[in-house]
């Protein structure tokens, strides 16, 4: 699968290039994002594991040296911990979990459009938009046999973004959201992009900056209401913020030392419109939702 193997198959110095793993469990006893990577920074190169529990609100940092990674065969490893399109194994301190995946869902082509080809400093792919996931877990909240669903992307690049948004749901019951964008500099300017994917049945939805859709965001109090168009359809989501916890992910130069703020606990809210038809409306227990973009105001792009 394309979009999950590595970008480069040699890693050039001050990078970093991660997988983002997400398992939930139907009764909600599950809410797991587990991130392998590894940053090529000069100062401290080196392999991490991240298992964020969503339900514990806690985020262990698993630290390896930088040649525990390795690619092979379509699977990424971290010493004897592996990630990939067919499943996730980990054994780690206080963590053991064996998951294979299928049903996987996946896109037709980046979900950045043609943006994936500029001199960005961040690039981001859905590998898996939804899917199911059937295994065992040891975890603070996962004991035993689980079954749920699955998603799965990749982020690679220099750094984060100077703001961002990311926003991910698929409990939806029929239907599946990837949603992220920011101030991403390139060589030459510092262009806002952003995507978000919604997919419910057969149909999928792309509005986008590579497409000309129209994107605005509301702030409030505890919730951030997007309002996407593209020709006669309307996509409105709904997130709130929830209590967030502290991950660790990438400045300059792939230094992993950006505090990035994130909940597993948000509920995202979803009505697509053709014109005044409804085409779809729904809500997800659960989204994941990183909010470090405005202050509390309105902004359109």
């Not at 986008?208 to 919730?223: C, G, P, Q």
């Amino acid at each position: 699968m394309k979009r999950f193997h590595p970008r480069k198959k040699h890693p050039s110095r001050n990078q970093f290039e991660g997988w983002y793993t997400r398992l939930q469990s139907p009764d909600s006893d599950c809410n797991l994002a587990i991130i392998m990577a590894y940053t090529t920074n000069a100062n401290d190169p080196h392999a991490f594991i991240q298992v964020f529990d969503g339900l514990k609100n806690t985020n262990r940092y698993h630290r390896f040296p930088i040649d525990a990674y390795r690619f092979d065969d379509g699977v990424a490893w971290i010493a004897d911990n592996y990630v990939s399109p067919r499943g996730l194994h980990l054994n780690l301190d206080g963590c053991a979990v064996d998951v294979t995946f299928s049903d996987a869902s996946t896109l037709n082509g980046s979900a950045m459009g043609y943006l994936s080809s500029f001199p960005l400093q961040c690039y981001q792919e859905v590998v898996l938009l939804d899917g199911r996931f059937t295994g065992t877990m040891n975890t603070a909240s996962c004991q035993g046999k689980q079954i749920g669903t699955l998603y799965m992307e990749k982020t690679f690049g220099k750094r984060f973004p100077k703001r961002w948004f990311w926003l991910q749901a698929n409990r939806f019951g029929d239907a599946a959201l990837s949603m992220a964008g920011g101030h991403v500099p390139t060589l030459f300017f510092k262009p806002f992009g952003y995507f978000a994917i919604f997919r419910h049945g057969n149909h999928t939805h792309t509005f986008a900056t590579y497409n000309r859709a129209k994107l605005s965001i509301t702030e409030h109090d505890d919730t951030v209401v997007f309002t996407l168009k593209k020709r006669r359809f309307r996509l409105t989501i709904k997130a709130t913020k929830a209590t967030p916890t502290e991950l660790v992910g990438p400045t300059d130069k792939g230094a992993m030392t950006l505090p990035v703020h994130e909940t597993l606990t948000a509920h995202v809210s979803v009505r697509l419109m053709n014109k005044d038809e409804l085409l779809y409306e729904g809500e997800s227990p659960l989204g994941g939702f990183e909010w470090m973009m405005y202050p509390k105001n309105t902004k359109e792009t």
